[in-house]
Antibody, heavy 121, light 111 residues
Framework: QVQLQESGPGLVKPSQTLSLTCTVS??????????WSWIRQHPGKGLEWIGY???????YYNPSLKSRVIISLDTSKNQFSLKLSSVTAADTAVYYC?????????????WGQGTMVTVSS | QSALTQPPSASGSPGQSVTISCTGT?????????VSWYQQHPGKAPKLMIY???KRPSGVPDRFSASKSGNTASLTVSGLQAEHEADYYC???????????FGGGTKLTVL
């Protein structure tokens, strides 16, 4: 079965770029026509959708983050990545990668375990 | 402030049923049949419980049911058990400019 695993630094300095990677195992990221997404959860708070990438490379971003976000795909490594620039303490959160079963409409059926990222000097 | 409004808490005794609401607008919940519900236990990733308003993924028991009326979607958990105690989030497709919006979450307590 398909599994997702996030990886990346747990600590990022303010004004720097947060970079995370999601490795997909048990299936090809470029088959099945799935949409792949990043979602975050601030400590003790609700979920916030960050963006999608389709296997073709098309991307869709949350308007509130669009100016700072880039999501990319590396099909050779079966991975997709998140870059969030100019981070502040408000970007401290658990970051999840997820697959949308139909997409891009919000039915996230497979999630990674999440990775905590703290923005602090 | 979340785009979709959920009650912060809900509770029920074992064996009872509880319903959680999720209120949006005609631009999200009311405009599309793409409402999903997620269950999240502490320290765990969310789990998809309902998609496309009222469909259950394989493996989700039928004690979880959902519906939508106008701009409000609802999740009902029947036959409450201790394991159902968790946070529940709704989400909805919100159109081509802001694809997915979430609710603020509801903490379900089994008394």
């Amino acid at each position: 079965q398909v599994q997702l695993q996030e990886s990346g630094p747990g600590l990022v300095k303010p004004s720097q770029t947060l970079s995370l990677t999601c490795t997909v195992s048990g299936g090809s990221i470029s088959s099945g026509g799935y949409y792949w997404s990043w979602i975050r959860q601030h400590p003790g708070k609700g979920l916030e959708w960050i963006g999608y990438i389709y296997y073709s490379g098309n991307t869709y971003y949350n308007p509130s983050l669009k100016s700072r976000v880039i999501i990319s795909l590396d099909t050779s490594k079966n991975q997709f990545s998140l870059k969030l620039s100019s981070v502040t303490a408000a970007d401290t959160a658990v970051y999840y990668c997820a697959r949308d079963r139909v997409g891009p409409v919000g039915g996230f059926d497979i999630w990674g375990q999440g990775t905590m990222v703290t923005v602090s000097s | 402030q979340s785009a979709l409004t959920q009650p912060p808490s809900a509770s029920g005794s074992p064996g009872q049923s509880v319903t959680i609401s999720c209120t949006g607008t005609s631009s999200d919940v009311g405009g599309y049949n793409f409402v999903s519900w997620y269950q999240q236990h502490p320290g765990k990733a969310p789990k998809l419980m309902i998609y496309e308003v009222n469909k259950r993924p394989s493996g989700v028991p039928d004690r979880f049911s959902a519906s939508k009326s106008g701009n409000t979607a609802s999740l009902t958990v029947s036959g409450l058990q201790a394991e159902h105690e968790a946070d529940y989030y709704c989400s909805s497709y919100a159109g081509s400019n802001n694809l997915v919006v979430f609710g603020g979450g509801t903490k379900l307590t089994v008394l």
